[in-house]
């Protein structure tokens, strides 16, 4: 199974990306800071998955996320 991450999502370029990756059949997670802005087509569709964030914020949890896992192991 394909997939791909898109940032810039509402964007005119990510727009289009996001259009042709779920036209494709390929599993898209997109992030984006305000997912109003987002197309309708990805917003339903269930190969999209939808992250509203802002890109610094999304890198500190996951830098937290891998410290925990760090700990663990």
Same mark, same amino acid.
């Given at each position: #199974? ?69 700990? #663990?192991?």
């Amino acid at each position: #199974m394909k997939r791909a991450i898109v940032t810039g999502a509402t964007g005119f370029i990510g727009s289009w990306l996001v259009r042709e990756l779920l036209k494709n059949h390929i599993d898209t997670t997109v992030i984006v800071r305000n997912k109003s802005r987002l197309l309708s087509e990805a917003a339903e569709n269930p190969h999209c998955v939808i992250l509203e964030k802002e890109l610094d914020r999304l890198e500190a949890e996951i830098a937290s996320g891998l410290a925990e896992l760090r700990g #663990m192991l």
